[in-house]
């Protein structure tokens, strides 16, 4: 079946410090991919995507990189603030409009 | 350019009453999902509307139903409410280019039965 997981539910870091969190997925017929962040009370808010025939795309302070081989992918956040605390999803997108998520990653920024 | 819209945002319910939420889409999108988050489920799809049309439909029960109007705008209603109902519901809408299918979720009802 179709399923998406992330290998730590929670992750600490150093604020200055880089962030990755990675996600595998196991539907090789996924066509994109969406990174989320949600914030305590708040819907997810869109991070950045990529598509499948990419490996790599950046956006500001962050990067997705996509290996299809082992069908994995993670987010690199660079320079992470107090601000960038909140919980990460990855989602896999089938068939049109549907995502399926895995279960989060909640990262927490030390001052 | 609004946001994804939805109402109410918080709700509480009686078990074996109806509810309906509402979702209004980013303008010029025509896709519009529903998907139900809890602590011990996460984040799961229930339907997806396109054009008035369900194109795609989760693993949940009769109960939970869907639709969308010409203008986009869409409505989930679920009857007999259990409490295993209580939950964040998300509306996301879509715009589908070349480029990707990116995605917006609004900032959920909370839905509380008791």
């Known amino acids: 079946g179709e399923s998406v997981g992330l290998h730590l539910p929670t992750l600490s870091v150093q604020e200055g410090d880089n962030s990755i969190i990675n996600c595998a997925y196991s539907n090789s017929a996924s066509d994109y991919f969406i990174w989320y962040k949600q914030e305590s009370g708040k819907g997810p808010q869109f991070i950045i995507d990529?598509?499948?025939?990419?490996d790599k795309r950046q956006g500001q302070r962050v990067t997705v990189l996509l290996n299809k081989t082992v069908k994995h992918l993670s987010l690199q956040i660079a320079a992470t603030q107090p601000g960038d605390s909140a919980v990460y999803f990855c989602a896999a997108g089938v068939q049109g409009g549907k995502l399926i998520f895995g279960q989060g990653t909640e990262l927490s920024v030390k001052p | 350019k609004a946001g994804v819209t939805q109402t109410p945002r918080y709700l509480i319910k009686t078990r074996g009453q109806q509810v309906t939420l509402s979702c209004s889409p980013i303008?010029?999108?025509?896709?519009v999902s529903w998907y139900q988050q809890t602590p011990g489920q996460g984040l799961q799809f229930l339907f997806e509307?396109?054009?008035?049309?369900?194109?795609n439909k989760g693993n949940f029960p009769g109960r939970f139903s869907g639709r969308q109007f010409s203008n986009s705008r869409s409505e989930m209603n679920v009857s007999t409410l259990e409490l295993g109902d209580s939950a964040l519901y998300l509306c996301a809408s879509s715009f589908v280019s070349d480029s990707g299918n990116t995605i917006y979720f609004g900032e959920g009802s909370w839905l509380t039965v008791v």
């Open positions: 509307y396109f054009s008035e049309t369900q194109r």
């Open positions: 303008s010029g999108h025509r896709s």
């Open positions: 990529i598509r499948s025939n990419m």
